[in-house]
């Protein structure tokens, strides 16, 4: 019978890491800070969108920085020219009914969202096929139902939060956040990445 194997061709990246701890302070310092209903109306953010610049956040800023730059050291296998910035992040905070629609994050290259304070009925965040996205079965044409799923069948990928939990990705990948279904708020800290160093070479230089 003849051999086949499969090879993944261009896979998007959704890294994880976990037992990123928070200490006390920095948790009653999120919890005091000023927040806002956006247009939505259907969750709080913090006024402050530089929240992991202020000092009292260093150390934890510090932990999601290294973790991300090692996972996308390892898995881009980047050159040592290359670096990576945090360009803003803010607080989320979901009361009970409270969720987040579909969206992207834009002037951007990399996305994360950190959980400080959630627990197992506070909402997952899905990750989604994009429309455009015609690589194995487009959207337009599914069967409604696989023996199991896979890489390749699945139009979606949920991610169960739980405390400690660092959750990266490209900031084109369109994602949302379900009903938070507990009696308690859900905290969490999202954040952008933008390049820096030496990026190409020759005529195709950039420096940043």
Same mark, same amino acid.
């Given at each position: 019978?003849? %051999?086949?194997?499969? %090879?993944?061709?261009?896979?998007?990246?959704?890294?994880?890491?976990?037992?990123?701890?928070?200490?006390?302070? !920095? &948790?009653?310092?999120?919890?005091? !800070?000023?927040?806002?209903? #956006?247009? $939505?109306?259907?969750?709080?953010?913090?006024?402050?969108?530089?929240?992991?610049?202020?000092?009292?956040?260093?150390?934890?800023? =510090?932990?999601?920085?290294?973790?991300?730059?090692?996972?996308?050291? =390892?898995?881009? !296998?980047?050159?040592?020219?290359?670096?990576? &910035?945090?360009?803003?992040?803010? /607080?989320?905070?979901?009361?009970? /009914? =409270?969720?987040? %629609?579909?969206?992207?994050?834009?002037?951007?290259?990399?996305?994360?969202?950190?959980?400080? =304070?959630?627990?197992?009925? $506070?909402?997952?965040?899905?990750?989604?096929? @994009?429309?455009?996205?015609? @690589?194995?079965?487009?959207?337009?044409? &599914?069967? /409604?139902?696989?023996?199991? #799923?896979?890489? *390749?069948?699945?139009?979606? $990928?949920?991610?169960?939060?739980?405390?400690?939990?660092?959750?990266?990705? #490209?900031?084109?990948?369109?994602?949302?956040?379900?009903?938070?279904?507990?009696?308690?708020?859900? *905290?969490?800290? $999202?954040?952008?990445?933008?390049?820096?160093?030496?990026? /190409?070479?020759?005529?195709?230089?950039?420096?940043?």
């Amino acid at each position: 019978m003849p %051999q086949y194997k499969i %090879q993944n061709l261009f896979p998007t990246p959704l890294m994880m890491h976990d037992e990123i701890a928070t200490t006390e302070k !920095q &948790r009653d310092f999120v919890y005091a !800070q000023n927040w806002y209903r #956006p247009e $939505a109306n259907n969750g709080w953010l913090t006024e402050n969108h530089y929240l992991l610049d202020e000092p009292v956040m260093k150390t934890l800023k =510090d932990k999601i920085m290294s973790a991300f730059n090692k996972m996308v050291s =390892d898995v881009l !296998q980047l050159p040592d020219t290359t670096g990576w &910035r945090m360009t803003n992040s803010w /607080g989320v905070k979901h009361n009970t /009914g =409270d969720w987040a %629609q579909e969206h992207i994050h834009t002037n951007c290259v990399f996305s994360g969202v950190y959980y400080m =304070d959630v627990n197992d009925s $506070a909402g997952t965040i899905s990750f989604l096929k @994009s429309v455009n996205d015609n @690589s194995t079965l487009p959207l337009v044409f &599914r069967p /409604g139902v696989y023996k199991e #799923p896979t890489d *390749y069948n699945l139009d979606h $990928a949920n991610v169960h939060p739980y405390n400690g939990l660092l959750v990266c990705f #490209p900031s084109s990948l369109m994602h949302k956040v379900s009903v938070n279904k507990s009696e308690w708020d859900r *905290y969490s800290i $999202a954040f952008n990445f933008f390049p820096t160093g030496t990026w /190409g070479r020759e005529e195709h230089e950039l420096v940043l």
